[in-house]
């Protein structure tokens, strides 16, 4: 896959689970442009959920990605490269634009995100 050369033409998701004292176990969606380097503001939620509140939740995060999107100036498409576990793939389809693709790729999004997520755990020890 080629390099982005617009705005929204690549954007990488990852999700992880962590331990939190007041809510317990949380889910966190994070999402970088690959064009840009910017990181979209990410969503949180208990782990414990059931479908419907983790659909509302993922609902939050695209609109949180596409809230700045400006189809006169960036890409007409978007690559989602993701690492989110499968079972939620069809509900992400469902979500994103028909043009758009949905490619599960782990191992780029974690060396996507290792700068990233580093960069959280240095800023928090």
């Known amino acids: 896959m080629k390099k982005a050369t617009k705005p929204y033409q690549t954007i990488y998701i990852t999700s992880f689970i ?4 007041q809510d317990g176990k949380l889910i966190t969606f994070m999402a970088v442009d690959e064009f840009q380097g910017k990181l979209f503001p990410p969503k949180a939620c208990k782990v414990a959920l059931n479908e419907i509140e983790y659909i509302g939740t993922l609902v939050e995060f695209f609109n949180g990605i596409n809230e700045n999107y400006n189809r006169n100036k ?13 079972s939620l793939h069809p509900i992400i389809s469902g979500m994103i634009m028909s043009e758009d693709n949905l490619i599960y790729n782990p191992e780029k999004v974690k060396t996507i ?3 990233i997520l580093l960069a959280f755990e240095n800023h928090n020890s």
């Open 113 to 115: 995100f290792a700068p």
């Open 74 to 86: 960036h890409a007409q498409s978007t690559n989602y490269i993701v690492d989110i576990t499968q």
């Open 18 to 21: 962590s331990d939190s004292i």
